[in-house]
């Protein structure tokens, strides 16, 4: 069974601060997604990887895949309360199953 | 104009019910599935279909069935509800399901309430 780590799993932050989260395994995934959640919705992509070592930026947000394809970071710079909400991981294997992380649940105050 | 629709939003229903929860999606996709999602946001595939075919198949309990009529539509059926069943269970759909970068399209969930 393929697991994703993700960390951490609540972060609270101000308006303007700079943020990471990490979504680890132990097993290769031949791609990594990372989803956002709001309150009362389902998740929505924001980005997929693919290659070991690609780096992605969708504006203020920057995604990196660990040269192995084990590991995925997320980094929110200057973050914005419009950031707030669950932000899942989810690794697809050999069997192309997409397996989620737990979430990390940031809120960014005013 | 929602790309993938379930029904109903919410399910508040006694022990040992059974019920069920459709799903239909708009977009031509060729692969749906279900997943539920616990108190913690925890996230956990439970069945696939692809063309009207389950292609995957978590150790979910067989009180759950899925029923795909055609490829637009995928329901699940519980049978003897439990406690343990309260969850948000979201529908998904994609083009292709064994892509590397398949992109799968969340409905916005169904919240079943067990009491």
């Known amino acids: 069974t393929q697991l994703l780590e993700q960390s951490p799993q609540f972060l609270s932050i101000q308006e303007g601060e700079n943020l990471t989260v990490y979504c680890n395994s132990s097993s290769v995934f031949s791609s990594l997604q990372w989803y956002r959640q709001e309150p009362g919705e389902g998740p929505v992509l924001l980005v997929t990887v693919v290659t070991g070592g690609e780096v992605k930026k969708l504006k203020r947000l920057t995604f990196q895949f660990g040269d192995a394809r084990k590991d995925s970071s997320l980094h929110i710079t200057a973050a914005q309360p419009g950031d707030t909400g669950l932000y899942l991981c989810?690794?697809?294997?050999?069997?192309?199953?997409?397996?989620f992380g737990k979430g990390t649940l940031l809120t960014v105050n005013p | 104009d929602t790309a993938v629709s379930q029904t109903p939003k919410y399910l508040v229903t006694q022990m040992g019910n059974d019920k069920s929860i459709k799903c239909e999606q708009n977009?031509?996709?060729?692969?749906m599935y279900w997943y539920k999602q616990d108190s913690k946001k925890f996230l956990k595939i439970m069945f696939s279909?692809?063309?009207?075919?389950?292609?995957i198949n978590e150790t979910v309990p067989n009180r759950f069935s899925p029923k795909s009529p055609d490829k637009a539509h995928l329901n699940l059926h519980i049978n003897s509800l439990e406690l343990g069943d309260s969850a948000v269970y979201f529908c998904?759909?994609?083009?292709?399901?064994?892509?590397?970068?398949?992109?799968?399209?969340f409905g916005a969930g169904t919240r079943l309430s067990v009491l």
């Open positions: 977009l031509g996709h060729d692969t």
């Open positions: 279909y692809n063309n009207k075919e389950l292609i």
């Open positions: 998904a759909s994609s083009q292709g399901g064994q892509v590397a970068k398949n992109i799968q399209y």
């Open positions: 989810a690794g697809r294997g050999s069997n192309y199953k997409l397996t």
